[in-house]
């Protein structure tokens, strides 16, 4: 793995329940620490970092690109991402896959910048910061941790014209504030407390999270073609605008996972249902 692999995938990472390797000996941003940047077209390294880079998409980010580039969310994970399985995984990660070339590009880079720049995703928004989750304790909000990274090949902090910023000021310029309840919700669920000590879901649950989180449209054929409907009682507005509203159903997933796999009350099963689950 070369350095900017692991830049990138640290500044991806936001589900680990301790501190990534890599962020260890990194700068942590005290609140409303100021750090000076700039990227644009005339830095010496543009587009040099959009190649041979690990970029873990969010649900989110996996959702975007997929209606930009008018792919269902199948067919976008097919062609476009891979899933890395590593020995202490615990949840399924999905990466965004570059070209199969030798310098390796990602497949949205073309010669005057990111091709698809207003559904970039999360990672890429993000950089030069890094976040991470501490470990999750029951009842307490887990607050983010947020590392500068200074690399040698990023030249954007030694322009003349690098702009002053803080963590928040550059996650609001970078649109990340619009997207933070979706982003929030998946890390809620990520950095639940029911994986403190380790705990991992089976197969099944796997593939549960997986379609739910970044499967969408499987997930809303799950909800309407099953026997969901009659199991759940959901509003019947509320289960209109599913069908149409992405990011309606993507906090839904969320609410479903937290039902399905922490056993929390955030659905509420028809009476009928559990009657009829009754031995
Ligand atoms: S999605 Fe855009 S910003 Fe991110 S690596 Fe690819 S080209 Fe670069
Ligand atoms: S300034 Fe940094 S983020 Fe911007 S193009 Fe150069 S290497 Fe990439």
Redo the contacts with the bound molecule.
Sequence with gaps: MNQTHQIMEAAHEHRGARLPQFLIDKKQLAEGESFG????PG????????ADVNIVLTPFDVLRLARRLGMNTQNFLETHTSNPITKDLQLPMVMLKMKDEDAKPCPFVGDEGCTVYDDRPWACRM??LGMAIPPARAGEEPKPMYFLFE?D?????H?PDCKQWTEQSWRSDQGLEVQDDLEAGFRDLVSHPWFIGGRTLDPKRMHMFYTACYNLDTFRTFVFESSFCERFDIQPEALEELKTNDEALLRFAFQWLRFALFAEPTLKVKEAAVEGSQP
């Design positions: 940047f700039t990227c644009h830095v010496p390294c543009f587009n040099s970092c959009c950089y030069p690399d090949h990023c030249k954007g902090r322009q």
